[in-house]
């Protein structure tokens, strides 16, 4: 009579092996993702600081900065459906009034929230 060897499954051994490993994922969205330093998020806009000139609208190779009346004076809008976040619109704004920002779960189904409307400063609407 032959002698069975008893053989543990190579999958068996594997599964073993990384049972008590640290996982290789993070817990997203429980846990938030650190983004790296100079990350480039949503675009921040400051009206105060908006000179109207347009260049941000003229530079902006994707055509994702359209300018809007607003109280009288050109502002851009920003649709971030069609941003691919150069940030050349920030490199061309003569006032800095585009900034970035670390802010980067921008993930919806209506793409109306993707879309960064300029909005009167309270120093505009009071008068001041």
Not at 15 to 31: E, G, L, N, Q, S
Not at 41 to 58: M, P, W
Not at 97 to 104: G, P
Request: proline content about 7%; overall charge positive.
């Amino acid at each position: 009579m032959s002698k069975k060897k008893s053989r543990v499954s190579p999958m068996i051994k594997e599964v073993f092996a990384h049972i008590f490993m640290k996982p290789a994922t993070c817990k997203y969205p429980f846990v938030k993702a650190e983004v790296p330093e100079g990350f480039r998020g949503k675009q921040v806009f400051d009206i105060n600081l908006c000179a109207s000139c347009g260049l941000c609208s003229r530079d902006c190779p994707a055509k994702a900065i359209e300018m809007v009346e607003v109280e009288g004076k050109r502002r851009p809008l920003f649709h971030l459906d069609q941003c691919i976040f150069c940030y050349q619109c920030a490199e061309s704004c003569p006032r800095n009034a585009i900034k970035s920002s670390m802010f980067f779960e921008l993930a919806s189904t209506d793409k109306s929230n993707l879309v960064v409307k300029p909005e009167p400063s309270h120093q505009e609407k009071s008068g001041a």
